[in-house]
């Protein structure tokens, strides 16, 4: 089935700093989604890029279909960006949404 | 809108017994998904709906897990009988086919003793 990694795996910041994730998957998909798992456990859906580059606020995120790969940019990190960061990729011509193991990020004040 | 609604939010169990697990999706959204979150595998897709119908099933792990979709608007994940290895977060998601994000419920912590 298809592959998606995620780097780096841990991430620690300091308040203020910028940072970039990346997920990588090893086939064709229909889109793909980033969120975030809060401290609480709950998942939230950042962004939802097929392709292209979309910006919220302080996070971006850009995928690149055609080489496999997207990237969350966060800028100006806040201590509530603390959890983990998942990218999730819908298999070609189906509805099924496959995670990443994720980047855990910490921000420090 | 409320969102997808799960219930119970915790559930402690005594192994052999049956758990239910409950999930209310968004309005209007055709597809269901149940996802099991554990330290060691992750976040790993048990079964989806389409339009009520489950689509495919085979992240379900063995026949103890059984899921039905009687309604649009609520769906149960069944485990009997439950194994302390069934313990983890089930999350229950929601989305309009093609057309946007999933949204996640709050999940349901299982401890199964």
């Known amino acids: 089935g298809i592959q998606v990694e995620q780097s780096p795996p841990d991430l620690i910041l300091q308040e203020g700093a910028n940072s970039t994730l990346r997920c990588n998957f090893s086939d064709s998909v229909n889109n793909l989604q980033w969120f975030h798992q809060n401290p609480w456990g709950q998942l939230i859906n950042l962004f939802y890029?097929?392709?292209g580059t979309k910006q919220n606020g302080r996070l971006s995120a850009t995928t690149v279909a055609t080489e496999r790969y997207s990237l969350l940019y966060i800028s100006s990190s806040q201590t509530t960006d603390s959890g983990v960061y998942f990218c999730a990729v819908e298999y070609y011509n189906t509805d099924k949404l496959i995670f990443g193991t994720g980047t855990r990020l910490q921000v420090f004040p | 809108d409320a969102g997808v609604i799960q219930s119970p939010r915790h559930e402690v169990t005594e192994m052999g017994q049956e758990v239910t697990l409950r999930c209310k999706p968004i309005?209007?959204?055709?597809?269901l998904f149940w996802y099991r979150q554990t330290m060691m595998r992750g976040l790993e897709l048990l079964i989806y709906?389409?339009?009520?119908?489950?689509?495919?099933d085979s992240g379900m792990p063995e026949d103890r897990f059984s899921a039905k979709m009687p309604n649009a608007s609520f769906s149960t994940l069944k485990i009997q009988p439950s194994e302390p290895r069934d313990s983890a977060v089930y999350f229950c998601?929601?989305?309009?086919?093609?057309?946007?994000?999933?949204?996640f419920g709050s999940g349901t912590r299982l401890t199964v003793v």
């Open positions: 709906f389409n339009n009520n119908v489950p689509i495919d």
């Open positions: 890029i097929p392709s």
């Open positions: 998601a929601s989305t309009m086919t093609g057309i946007g994000g999933y949204t």
């Open positions: 309005s209007g959204h055709n597809s």
